[in-house]
């Protein structure tokens, strides 16, 4: 029996140590650091690449602790009573009725709100949208309550024109989010147009929805602030999927937003001091591949990536906008002015990446596969030259060569993959990897000779087998850096 006793006495001591629900939740959290909780796990856009983007650009700051929730409908009053802000990245069914008052309740109280881009077609009168789990055929009641929150929402008629480069300005310099940024800045997103508008709110930024697009001609609110109670919203239209997001204006504003709308102030220096990303230009189209080619390009540090098609993807001078070019596309002419464009690009130092069927492009160009590739796929016969051979579902054992930026921490890669044999490469090239199967060239990847652009040529990259290799995908991070000079 004293044994007993002394066992339920230990056990009373334990339960005793035990914070009752809501006491001491604070000790969880990081002392003097900004509580935000980001809804998540429902939105027609990806969710699972942008959520731990947005989580990663208020990590980075070193002032904010971050937790997700990805099933929002269950929580409470007694969940966001630690938190001073809620960040909804949540684009789904209504949340129920305890969960919704729960919210309204948190923000009339004197807390934040942030909205993120389709955050804001949430709880409308349209048709529910959502990952494949959820239908788009339920239309619900309107969460009124939501729509005095954010301010603005998706409409019938509420469009956009097709993504692309624009300008955010800021409308308010003297706002909190805006002070002591630059007066604008350029992104490359979706610009929501005819949204409905809270006449509540506050302007902080706009950007002009070009006609020749498809917009409707004029500027419009992309950054806005609402009152609702005590507490504080602030609202972004955009941040459409992680490349948006890594557009070092979008951090800034996004990070000061969340500050302001927890805090109802911005301290100095909410972003630290980084290098801006590198920006990457994937083009692709004339060549049908796996969609794991794109997984390369996901939540790489220090990189934004844009996909383009060919040959709209060199329809304009690209050199401000981009820092590297990496080719997956296959076309075997390119019209003049692309050719212009395209020359420009890397006589003008910038770097550029080659992979795989890419190595086939534009065949008739000399100087492009001779000096600036240093190799030519012979896509026909030509005199001296038979076609170059191919084959599919081929074993590659591929063995880096020598000592380069571009192989550090590449090790011997063994995958599945399309095999070439029979190319023309540069004797001046520099090779970095080589293959010992009879379907294939000894050299599988180099370094080209061309002296004003830093270029690299990867030929394995033909499906999954090679796209999620880690040694592969390493390899590609590496020559994107190097080809930026970041390596």
């Known amino acids: 029996m004293k044994s007993n006793n002394l066992r339920f006495a230990s056990l009373l001591g334990l339960l005793a140590a035990v914070p009752l629900a809501g006491q001491s939740t604070l000790a969880l959290f990081h002392p003097g650091q900004i509580r935000v909780l980001i809804l998540s796990g429902r939105n027609n856009h990806d969710w699972r690449t942008t959520t731990p983007a947005l989580k990663k650009v208020l990590i980075d700051t070193g002032r904010f602790d971050v937790r997700v929730e990805e099933e929002p409908a269950g929580i409470t009053a007694g969940t966001l009573a630690a938190y001073q802000v809620i960040v909804s990245d949540y684009n789904g069914p209504r949340l129920g009725a305890a969960t919704e008052k729960a919210i309204a309740d948190f923000v009339h109280s004197g807390k934040g709100l942030v909205v993120v881009h389709a955050a804001d077609y949430a709880f409308g009168d349209l048709p529910v949208l959502g990952d494949h789990h959820v239908s788009t055929s339920i239309v619900e009641a309107p969460w009124k309550e939501w729509f005095e929150m954010t301010g603005g929402a998706w409409v019938r008629g509420t469009s956009h024109a097709p993504r692309g480069y624009f300008n955010v300005v800021f409308a308010d310099r003297n706002h909190p989010v805006a002070r002591d940024l630059p007066a604008e800045f350029e992104t490359n997103d979706e610009l929501y147009h005819k949204l409905k508008l809270s006449p509540e709110i506050h302007v902080v930024a706009t950007a002009f929805d070009d006609a020749s697009r498809g917009g409707v001609g004029k500027d419009i609110p992309v950054m806005w602030t609402v009152k609702y109670g005590s507490g504080r919203t602030f609202h972004t239209t955009l941040g459409h999927d992680v490349s948006a997001i890594q557009i070092p204006g979008f951090e800034q504003s996004f990070a000061r937003g969340v500050e302001w709308a927890a805090t109802g102030g911005v301290a100095p220096a909410v972003i630290r001091e980084t290098k801006p990303p590198l920006r ?20 790489r540090e220090g990189i934004r990536t844009v996909v383009e098609p060919h040959p709209t993807a060199f329809r304009n001078d690209f050199r401000r906008s981009t820092d590297v070019l990496v080719l997956y596309d296959l076309s075997e002419e390119i019209g003049e002015p692309q050719r212009q464009h395209l020359r420009e690009f890397v006589e003008s130092g910038k770097g ?27 896509l026909h016969d030509e005199p001296g030259h038979p076609r170059t051979k191919w084959k599919e579902g081929i074993d590659l054992r591929i063995r880096p060569s020598g000592k380069h930026p571009v192989l550090e921490g590449v090790s011997t ?20 990897l080589t293959c010992d199967s009879p379907y294939s060239d000894k050299v599988v990847g180099w370094i080209s000779a061309y002296s004003k652009s830093r270029v690299v040529v990867i030929t394995p990259g033909h499906g999954p087998g090679s796209h999620r290799d880690p040694m592969y995908r390493k390899l590609v991070y590496n020559a994107m850096l190097w080809a930026g000079g970041r390596k």
Do not use: R
Request: aromatic residues 20%; hydrophobic residues 45%; negative net charge.
């Open 280 to 299: 990457v230009l994937v083009v692709t189209g004339g060549h049908s591949h796996a969609p794991s080619f794109y997984t390369m390009f996901d939540q």
């Open 413 to 432: 890669m063994l995958f599945d993959d399309e095999a070439y044999k029979g190319k023309w490469i540069s004797d001046t090239s520099t090779p970095i």
């Open 352 to 378: 550029l990446v080659v992979l795989h069927h890419a190595i086939a492009d534009y065949n008739s160009w000399e100087w492009w596969w001779k000096e600036v590739v240093g190799a030519k796929y012979f």
